[in-house]
């Protein structure tokens, strides 16, 4: 069972557009929430996280929407650019166990054509 | 500072084998973890280790093991090796607190085939 859901699988974007990646999730333990850019050969790096205590979080481009009520957040990358292109995995954690262990949507490969 | 080191990147094995996949945190991180990566399934998490302890562990069978050293140097492994289990494996390490000020930081993962 998946406890995470993320869409769309892919994401095709012209250069400096908008990229919207939707994730939904049904444990309402989970408490944190980050989101993964992945380079082909390369491990999952931590690009921004949230809190559900917060609707919104942005660090450059990338801003995270939550809504806590919809159980949903999604990742919106602004003026997408080629190096953007790579796949994109949301999770959640419910922290408060004090374990690492992270629920993993099933990933959106983003292709931002220049 | 150095990152999440694994070796070996690469690993071809044949069905009923056995294979060690090793992992090097990154300096002063106590936690490490370990996930599956495959297409179909995507990332799931097979185990962590805080301390040299097991504190948690995903859904994998007993095939699937893992220790951590005083160092905090992690090895995982799989015996009696299935076709299934060809995936890229994936370690992560953090410093073992509270997930919010203590993100996970992955390596490159082992690619392992088994034929």
């Known amino acids: 069972q998946q406890q995470v859901k993320q869409s769309p699988q892919s994401l095709i974007v012209q250069k400096g557009g908008i990229s919207i990646i939707n994730c939904a999730y049904e444990?309402?333990?989970?408490?944190?929430f980050p989101w993964y850019q992945q380079f082909p050969g390369k491990g999952p790096a931590l690009l921004i996280a949230?809190?559900?205590?917060?609707s919104e979080k942005k660090e450059g481009r990338f801003t995270i929407s939550f809504n806590k009520s919809a159980k949903q957040f999604s990742l919106h990358i602004m003026d997408s650019q080629p190096g953007d292109s790579a796949t994109y995995f949301c999770?959640?954690?419910?922290?408060?166990?004090?374990?690492?262990?992270?629920?993993f949507g099933t990933g959106t490969r983003l292709t931002v054509i220049p | 500072k150095a990152g999440v080191t694994q070796t070996p990147r690469y690993l071809i094995k044949t069905r009923g084998q056995q294979v060690t996949l090793s992992c090097s945190p990154i300096?002063?991180?106590?936690?490490v973890s370990w996930y599956q990566q495959t297409p179909g399934q995507g990332l799931q998490f097979l185990f962590e280790?805080?301390?040299?302890?097991?504190?948690n562990k995903g859904n994998f069978p007993g095939r699937f093991s893992g220790r951590q050293f005083s160092n905090s140097r992690s090895e995982m492994n799989v015996s009696t090796l299935e076709l299934g289990d060809s995936a890229l494996y994936l370690c992560?390490?953090?410093?073992?607190?509270?997930?919010?000020?203590?993100?996970?930081?992955f390596g490159n993962g082992t690619r392992l085939t088994v034929t």
């Open positions: 999770a959640a954690q419910q922290s408060q166990t004090g374990a690492n262990n992270l629920f």
């Open positions: 444990n309402t333990a989970f408490d944190y």
């Open positions: 280790y805080f301390s040299e302890t097991q504190r």
């Open positions: 949230i809190r559900p205590d917060v």
């Open positions: 300096s002063g991180h106590r936690s």
């Open positions: 992560a390490s953090s410093l073992g607190g509270i997930a919010y000020n203590s993100p996970l930081h």
